[in-house]
């Protein structure tokens, strides 16, 4: 077993003068906390994996795995799971935990969503996540190009589900009533953390509005899941984590993901607690009490690890609880 160093040893790291993150190039350093033996994955690099990857860049496209430094692409890519990111590489907000690159994005490639559709055909897969970064530069914030790839994977791959998660779409009015209209099968919305650390951790966003988005995809179509995650090992007090799936059930959401925050580099928020797995587990049993469908608590937990397998269990779920 090994732990992938993105730290040191990242394969996406921009020619000097070119920094990944322009807008945390000045700012303080953060130690990189040493990772306890729970955190531990597989390193990349199985037949499967190597072939999911030739896939990727075969139809040129970008994945939330690696932009992002995901712990689990070893083992999703093994499986032939990938999570594709839409509407480019580069966002433009600067969140305070995130490894996505930072600034202004070029045009939207109109082809993205047949070769979106084309890899998820040519992979075989039963569930897609379907991500994106943000685009406060385009009037609907992207909605429209997250509709056209949801179609076009219906067209290639009817039998596929599938999960997207989006951004807020903050001022975009009109944008969630045609990603919504789409009909995806998940419609997913991270919270990403507690709302006293907006500020910080993600200041680009508003905790209330996402609150909101997510109680208004299930007002505007019931039948579609919604999902939201959040990371802990921020600073937050258990209290407040308690409070936000709280908010999470007044909004109906049914899936409820919580995972341990890995401090990308130097220059993102540190890691201030490494949340060890028995609160997990104590956390996810709180959670099923509130009456979620669905829960996924553990340290190396991500919004789409998974995915596939835990969209059939929410789907058994929701038919047992109808049949009460």
């Known amino acids: 077993m090994a732990v992938i160093d993105l730290l040191n040893n990242d394969p996406r790291k921009r ?3 070119t920094p990944r993150h322009p807008e945390k190039a000045h700012k303080p350093d953060n130690a990189v906390s040493k990772k306890p033996d729970w955190i531990r994955v597989k390193a990349p690099g199985s037949p499967a994996y190597v072939e999911t990857r030739a896939i990727v860049k075969q139809h040129n496209l ?9 712990p689990n692409i070893g083992e999703c890519w093994e499986k032939k799971h990938a999570t594709f990111m839409i509407m480019g590489d580069t966002c433009t907000r600067a969140c305070a935990f995130c490894n996505v690159k930072t600034g202004m994005p070029a045009a939207l490639d109109g082809a993205e969503p047949a070769y979106v559709a084309e890899a998820v055909a040519r992979l075989g897969l039963h569930h897609v996540v379907i991500t994106s970064v943000d685009r406060d530069d385009l009037k609907d914030g992207g909605a429209a190009h997250f509709a056209a790839t949801i179609r076009a994977i219906r067209a290639a791959a009817p039998k596929t589900t599938i999960e997207i998660l989006t951004p807020d779409f903050l001022r975009k009015d009109g944008a969630l009533e045609e990603v919504v209209a789409a009909k995806p099968d998940v419609f997913n919305h991270n919270l990403e953390t507690v709302p006293s650390h907006y500020l910080t951790v993600r200041p680009g966003a508003r905790y ?5 988005l997510l109680e208004r995809v299930k007002a505007l179509d019931p039948t579609i899941f919604t999902k939201s995650g959040i990371m802990v090992g921020l600073g937050e007090a258990r209290n407040e984590v308690l409070q936000v799936m709280d908010d999470l059930r007044v909004a109906d959401v049914d899936f409820l993901t919580i995972g341990q925050y890995l401090q990308p580099t130097k220059k993102h928020h540190a890691v201030m607690r490494f949340v060890p797995p028995d609160e997990f587990k104590g956390l996810e049993t709180i959670a099923y009490t509130k009456g979620f469908l669905m829960v996924s608590a553990s340290p190396l937990t991500r919004s789409s690890h998974h995915a596939g397998e835990d969209f059939a269990r929410m789907q058994a779920a929701r038919a047992e609880r109808k049949a009460r």
Do not use: D, L, P
């Open 15 to 17: 020619s000097a003068g």
């Open 62 to 70: 970008v994945t939330v795995c690696e932009e992002a430094g995901c």
């Open 208 to 212: 209330f509005h996402s609150i909101r």
